[in-house]
């Protein structure tokens, strides 16, 4: 048997522990080379599995229970993506941790979650897949915890409550799936096509979108992650929202594509979420003043993009979120580097206290930018290319079913981009383009560090310009068999034609250089601009917050009303004060509670008849 698939596994969870040997710089290095082993080795295992899918029976728990690896040409797709962007984060994470205190538990932690997540996406079956899940789980739980701050600790937990309510609900689904079919065999049962034929299969579906939704942020069940992310090391925040949010929507994709028949109100449900993800996620992120809280919530809405295009049911709905699955991982985690870049040199997370950084810091401004036009859906970038599919996939549903609703959804994704440009373009003109309050006196960041954000920025530009000939021949088109597209759509063409533009406009305004201008004040509305007059980070679309229905949404967020952790906490606290207001130690009481319940007792034994 070929073990290569399993060393993707075994060669990160091995070395965890071992990070803990060696000191100083060599435990770095000794990182960074266990995960570029990792991610050579993903990339020599591709050309195998495009010919072929490889399974594997590893060993027998019970006669029916059968622990395996399957590596088929979606999971392949997966594991390289986590790999390519662990490699990335831990090379980056040699300068941006230099400082920090427990660099041994931070890389055994490090490679822990890659292992973990390869083994979630590499397992076979639903048995081993839970387990590396709640592994993964543990992992991610220590990582956001890492600076062990109050508000670190308190994220920590949330997340970890909220992720264990949801791996609760899936193992539910998956014991009841193993009791209905006998097997627990991803591929087993995605042969069969369990049928959605009644309501417990209804209840089972509920249970596992719980347990995958949990994981990758989608509304309503996100509110984790606003909260995990910022607190986290950026590089930490990167892969969190780069990749561990993806494993949740890949099992997502295996569940409701593969193992469970297509059942078309469930593929509504999916629109529906997908939709409220992408608005409520930007609508909260446009009110941030922390750069990376607003970058938590966009991760919030660009999974609400993933997951319309797979409920959209069409082929190329699936393969657009699919893109886009690839896309966000690079364009986030490239804003989660390049943020964290200024936060390491800034020491600070709010927009206020940046400004005028892309003098000093311009290949963080530039790789950012391109990170900021990317997610919002500009052309030529990579973003546009996966979102102009799902645009596709919903107007293809459109004709198929004639709902009204799938307008709703397509003009739900059309408005995000627009508000997600309006997001981006607060956050480029507060961190590098205002003028700040106080000069800042730094330089760019370590080459270790920009590096990778190059790389990530690099792969932007390629995977937009060149779409069709790499990412989506090699990629994505393979994984989704059936797509057909409509329209004609360039992005040659469309960068060409950008660089004419680009170069039209430098030569008008070298030509308006050569002629002697008149200077003026600069004024607004016909008075003179003066320096106090300029746009704040915070103040950016201050106004939104005081239009009518979006005050009395912003103030209930604000309360936290809409957090289903924070309503179930105070909920159990109610519960827990309650009980404990029962036993008051007064032993009347207790005799009065007793005959109550022993009288309930007896009516019902009554009325039902037992």
């Known amino acids: 048997m070929n073990i290569s698939p399993l060393l993707l596994v075994i060669i990160p969870l091995i070395s965890a522990p071992l990070a803990w040997i060696f000191k100083g710089r060599l435990r770095q290095w000794f990182a960074v080379a266990v995960t570029l082993c990792v991610l050579v080795l993903a ?257 919030v809405s660009q999974i609400g993009y993933i997951v319309l295009g797979i409920g959209t049911g069409v082929s190329i709905g699936i393969a657009g979120g699919l ?17 964290g870049a200024v936060i390491h040199r800034l020491q600070s997370r709010n927009l206020s206290d940046y400004g005028g950084l892309a003098r000093s810091m311009p290949i963080t401004f530039i790789t950012c930018s391109i990170a900021a036009l990317s997610i919002s859906g500009i052309p030529p970038f990579n973003g546009f290319v996966s979102k102009w599919m799902i645009y596709q996939g919903l107007v293809q549903r459109f004709t198929m079913d004639g709902s009204p609703f799938t307008v709703v959804w397509l003009a739900a994704a059309m408005f995000g981009s627009a508000l997600t440009l309006a997001s981006f373009v607060k956050l480029i003109y507060a961190t590098f383009l205002t003028v700040p309050e106080k000069p800042h006196e730094v330089k760019e960041v370590s080459v270790l560090m920009w590096i990778p954000m190059v790389i990530m920025a690099g792969l932007c530009i390629i995977f937009g310009v060149v779409a069709w000939d790499i990412p989506l021949k090699f990629f994505v088109l393979p994984v989704v068999p059936g797509v057909s597209f409509s329209g004609y759509w360039h992005p040659g063409l469309a960068t060409l034609l950008l660089i004419i533009a680009f170069v039209a406009g430098a030569i008008v305004f070298v030509a308006g250089q050569l002629k002697k201008a008149v200077v003026s004040p600069p004024f607004v509305g016909g008075e003179e601009f003066e320096p106090e007059m300029g746009v704040s980070a915070e103040g950016f679309y201050h106004t939104i917050k005081n239009i009518g229905i979006f005050k009395a949404i912003y103030h209930h967020a604000g309360k936290k009303r809409f957090d289903i952790y924070h309503l179930g906490r105070n909920i159990g606290v109610s519960i827990c004060d309650a009980l404990s207001s029962i036993h008051t130690g007064v032993l009347p009481r207790y005799i009065v509670w007793l005959l109550a319940g022993l009288a309930i007792l007896l009516l019902l034994i009554y009325y039902v008849g037992f």
């Open 323 to 339: 893109f886009h699955l690839l896309n966000h991982a690079l364009f986030k985690g490239l804003l989660f580097l390049s943020i």
């Open 43 to 299: 990339g020599s295992l591709f050309p195998a599995v495009t010919k072929k899918a490889l399974h594997y029976d590893l060993f027998n728990i019970t006669d029916r229970i059968v622990i395996t690896a399957n590596l088929d040409l979606l999971s392949m797709v997966i594991i390289t993506l986590i790999s390519f962007s662990g490699f990335l984060a831990t090379l980056y994470s040699t300068r941006y941790m230099a400082q920090s205190r427990g660099q041994s538990k931070y890389y055994s932690l490090l490679l822990l979650f890659i292992a973990s997540m390869n083994g979630t996406v590499l397992s076979g079956d639903l048995f081993s897949m839970f387990l590396f899940w709640e592994v993964m789980t543990l992992a991610a739980f220590f990582l956001v915890i890492f600076e062990n701050t109050t508000e670190s600790i308190k994220a920590g937990i949330k997340y970890f409550v909220m992720s264990e309510m949801g791996a609760l609900f899936m193992l539910f689904a998956i014991i009841a799936v193993y009791l209905q079919e006998d097997t627990v065999d991803m591929a087993t049962l995605a042969s069969r096509g369990i049928n959605v034929n009644s309501t417990f299969m209804h209840v089972l579906l509920l249970f596992f979108l719980l347990g995958t939704g949990v994981k990758a942020g989608i509304i309503p069940i996100h509110t984790w992650l606003p909260d995990a992310h910022p607190a986290a090391p950026s590089p930490v925040s990167a892969l969190l929202s780069g990749v561990m949010i993806k494993v949740g929507i890949y099992m997502m994709i295996r569940i409701f594509c593969h193992i469970f028949s297509p059942v078309l109100s469930w593929q509504f449900i999916l629109c529906a979420l997908g939709s409220a993800s992408i608005i409520i996620g930007v609508m909260m992120a446009i009110k941030q003043v922390d750069a990376k809280r607003l970058l938590a919530y966009h991760s």
